[in-house]
């Protein structure tokens, strides 16, 4: 899977968010985009899941040497990013299998050995509204990480992560996603140091 940014530019009204961005993401890569707060790579990478539309050049996805059109890229990646809400009325088990209906797990895992590895099996069947902010983070990861899709995108992936979940998070990249594209929007080396490659977004602000 690639996704390819050709002078790619996202504006609100007349100001630039960024522009002038052409890259290629490759899978079996991982790639950091870097900035402070309030910088816009949350806006970079919605525009790479092709869930915001560029306002200047192109953004292409190709798998298997086939084009995929734009309305069809969420079929191939994932995403965990904390402006994104749960179904806080459904317990862990609940959602995964609802998820599992759009997207497969990865199929070495079921979901009862998911929650395990991330921690909440004792909390399965709990309503996720009764979760604290932490357990809310690891199912958004367990979600994203365990799906089987070719990309992986993850804004700010550690936020109301404590030391515990910062070190499962590390765990779950090295051991799931060596051959898949991730992405990482992030101002933490916590959540992005395994990235081989730094994107800043303050290159791209003309």
Not at 22 to 45: D, M, Q, V
Not at 131 to 145: C, F, N, P, T, W
Request: charged share 20%.
């Amino acid at each position: 899977m690639t996704i390819s940014l050709s002078e790619a530019g996202k504006r609100f009204n007349r100001e630039w968010i960024f522009r002038g961005l052409s890259h290629r993401f490759e899978s079996g890569r991982s790639y950091a985009i870097t900035g402070p707060n309030g910088s816009g790579k949350s806006t970079l990478l919605q525009v790479i899941a092709g869930a915001v539309a560029p306002s200047a050049g192109t953004v292409t996805y190709r798998s298997s040497s086939k084009d995929i059109d734009a309305e069809h890229a969420y079929l191939h990646l994932s995403i965990a990013a904390p402006y994104l809400e749960l179904i806080e009325e459904m317990t862990a088990t609940e959602l995964l299998y609802f998820h599992h209906g759009f997207k497969p797990l990865l199929p070495t895992h079921s979901i009862s050995s998911v929650l395990e590895i991330v921690g909440l099996e004792t909390a399965a069947h709990k309503q996720i509204r009764y979760y604290s902010s932490g357990m809310k983070q690891r199912i958004k990861l367990a979600q994203a990480i365990f799906s089987q899709t070719p990309v992986l995108l993850l804004d700010e992936p550690c936020t109301n992560l404590d030391a515990n979940g910062i070190a499962l998070y590390q765990r779950l990249i090295s051991e799931y996603c060596k051959n898949r594209l991730v992405i990482v929007s992030s101002n933490d080396p916590q959540e992005y140091g395994f990235c081989g490659e730094e994107i800043k977004i303050s290159d791209y602000k003309k």
